[in-house]
């Protein structure tokens, strides 16, 4: 029995050395199996909200001047009076046409204050005034400033920059407001109004 276990030992061994030794290098790679179905499409993202309706009619600016911009020009009088001096920087603009009518602007501190101003200081007559035209093409913004209302020292520019602001809209929207009795002079009130009707 001895002799059977260990002719079986014997046996088993000489084949798993025989079936290591006969395997052969790695064959090469087969090929690749077919493809997958394609999975299902995701679902379609929400569409954003529309914007509000702009104001075809309606343009706006705002421009930054520096105080060497400004430059001092012949200030033409009314009537018959002689001319004076002025500082003035023009602002070019496609929108100021002759169907247009503009509002402007200056800011003083964190507020717009409507064109023309003009401040009188009580003690001794001192004197600023900043005011705008305009005319097909172009804004033109103008600065002056006397320190004494008699033999005060004249200026033609500011001392900061200035910050303006304004709004060209068609003749008839600018009638409509003031039929409304909507303060032209006040900004927000002007914006208000423009973004509430829509021509």
Known sequence: MNKF????????LTLSIALWSCRGDQGPQGPAGAQGPTGAAGTNGTNGTNGTNGNAN????EVIVKVADWKTVDAASIGTGATGKTGAYTATDANVKATM????????GTQFVA???????E????TEQVNFAYETGKVTFYYSSQT????????YAPQTDLTFS????EKTVGQAMQNEGVNLRSRDAVMTYLQEHKY
């Open 166 to 169: 304004y709004v060209t809209v």
């Open 115 to 121: 064109l023309p101003r003009v401040i009188i200081k």
């Open 5 to 12: 276990y260990r002719v079986l030992s014997a046996v088993s």
């Open 101 to 108: 009518f503009v509002f402007a602007f200056v800011k003083v």
């Open 58 to 61: 309606v343009k706006g600016a």
């Open 123 to 126: 003690t001794d007559g001192a």
């Open 148 to 155: 004494a209302a008699i033999g005060g020292i004249k200026a």
